[in-house]
Structure formats: structure tokens, C-alpha cells
């Protein structure tokens, strides 16, 4: 990627990540440690559930999107900087086997009047292998103006 600094983007620019494969262990090995419910740690016990059958926990679904948007970074010189998420929304469960990618649109800018920076809006929705949309987010990103 060669954007580097706020005015290299601009409203409707999209970025796409690659892929990453899920599988039980990690579902299980996260929810173990963070989120400790049924239908994360046992298929049994899963399939008795509303999920009827093992699913990610939305935090770790959270985390997966999260590693596939700082691996395509839209601005490789500049950390990932934030002021919140708007609009995060689990929509289908993750499930084992599911391979998940990130597509992005940025949707607002916001230059500061003080600060040599300012806001970018990007809507990062992850789809997994059947091309469902599994999660959304729209973090609030300081990015840094270009030096004068």
C-alpha cells in the first residue's frame, strides 16, 4: 500500500485483506481464556445452544478482523491509532473450518483544524468463505496529516 497520510485517502477508497482459516482449538483455546461459555469450548454442549453447534466467541471474531486489518494497513508508516469503534455488529456465527477475509471502505474524513491529523472512518466488514458478512466495525482512526 502506498497510502501514507490522511490526504491520501478519500471517501470510497477499499482495501481487502487475505485469508485466514479458523479451527476448533483456536475457538476453543480463546474462549478458554476469554470467554469461557458452552458454545465456545464444548460441541456437545454447543449443539444445544441457539448456535446449534461450536462457534467463535464474538471477542475472538473481534481479534481475528482486527489481525487482518493491521495486516493490510492502508498506512504501513503509522500505527493503527484510534478514538473508539462505531457500528460493531456480529451478524452469523464464526464457525471451525470458516475462512475469513476483511473488506474496507473508507466512509467519512475529517481533517483537524489544530492538529496535524485527522479522522478516518473506515467500515471493515469480514466475510467468510460463503461470502457472508460475519462481523462489522467502523473504527474512529487518527491518521496523521502529510508534513508541509
Not at 102 to 131: A, D, H, M, R, W
Request: glycine share 6%; aromatic share 8%; charged share 20%.
Amino acid at each position: 500500500m502506498t497510502e501514507q497520510y490522511l490526504e491520501d485517502f478519500r471517501a470510497g477508497q477499499t482495501f481487502r485483506s487475505g485469508r485466514i482459516r479458523i479451527d476448533a482449538n483456536r475457538i476453543k483455546s480463546f474462549a478458554a481464556e476469554f470467554d469461557p461459555q458452552p458454545f465456545h469450548l464444548d460441541d456437545t454442549a454447543a449443539q444445544k445452544t441457539a448456535f446449534k453447534g461450536l462457534a467463535a466467541s464474538g471477542w475472538h471474531t473481534a481479534a481475528l478482523a482486527m489481525k487482518l486489518a493491521v495486516d493490510m494497513n492502508p498506512c504501513p508508516r503509522h500505527p493503527l491509532l484510534g478514538l473508539g469503534v462505531d457500528n460493531l455488529r456480529w451478524m452469523a456465527p464464526v464457525r471451525p473450518g470458516d475462512t475469513l477475509r476483511i473488506e474496507s471502505e473508507v466512509v467519512g474524513l475529517n481533517p483537524s483544524k489544530t492538529k496535524p491529523q485527522g479522522v478516518v472512518l473506515i467500515k471493515y466488514t469480514l466475510y467468510n468463505q460463503n461470502n457472508e458478512a460475519v462481523y462489522t466495525f467502523t473504527p474512529i482512526g487518527i491518521i496523521p496529516s502529510r508534513p508541509k
